[in-house]
């Protein structure tokens, strides 16, 4: 993504932009879906100033929520979802569907990574997709998402940060960190 704030500004990187085309035009052939990683979290680490935790866990109160024109978004993970709706439709590749093939919340590692606050995050994707709310710009679509990740990873790289090794709903002995309600 070029511009991902706010949403209605959706692009992607210009220089990117007909490779992209190419792939959407086989993903189109194939009627495969285009399928993103979204994560809110890294957002919120590189963005702490302007983008709310409770925006991202999906418990902002009214006033963190984002309006952009006609649209309100209540929390960071469907206003990421209507940003690359935008951005495709920019690049006349707008029909593909699109399913989050990773989304999740760590648990340690950094001052907003705790059990607590990836319990809150984890359940709120859930929610957020078995709802079927869709999003702002398309109500009633139901959204596909895969939680990232299942277990935790004690020899990931924490190139990124301190935080990579624990996005698991598990720790690496396949113990669950916290309950959700699936």
């Known amino acids: 993504m070029q511009v991902s704030y706010p949403p209605s500004q959706g ?33 919120r680490v ?7 935790l409770d925006y991202c866990l999906f418990t902002a109160p009214p006033d ?3 309006k952009d024109g006609a649209y309100t978004y209540t929390n960071i993970f469907v206003a990421m979802i209507d940003a690359l709706h935008v951005a495709l439709e920019n690049i006349d590749c707008g029909d593909l569907e699109i399913v989050v093939g990773e989304c999740g919340w760590p648990s340690s590692g950094d001052p907003d990574a705790t059990n607590n606050n990836a ?23 139901p959204i596909q998402c895969f939680v990232f990740e299942m277990y935790d990873e004690d020899r990931k790289p924490t190139g990124p940060g301190a935080f990579e090794p624990y996005w698991g709903v598990c720790d690496g002995a396949g ?5 959700l309600m699936w």
């Not at 590189?46 to 709310?52: A, F, G």
């Not at 359940?123 to 709802?131: D, E, M």
């Not at 113990?175 to 309950?179: C, E």
């Open 119 to 141: 319990r809150t995050f984890n359940q709120g994707l859930i929610n957020q997709c078995k709802s079927n709310q869709g999003t702002p710009r398309y109500p009633g679509k």
């Open 46 to 52: 590189q963005n702490r100033s302007v983008v709310p």
């Open 11 to 43: 692009s992607v990187k210009p220089e990117l932009a007909n490779i992209i085309k190419g792939t959407c035009a086989v993903m189109r052939s194939t009627r495969a879906p285009f399928m993103v990683n979204i994560y809110p979290f890294i957002t």
């Open 64 to 66: 963190q929520w984002v």
């Open 175 to 179: 113990n669950p960190k916290y309950k």
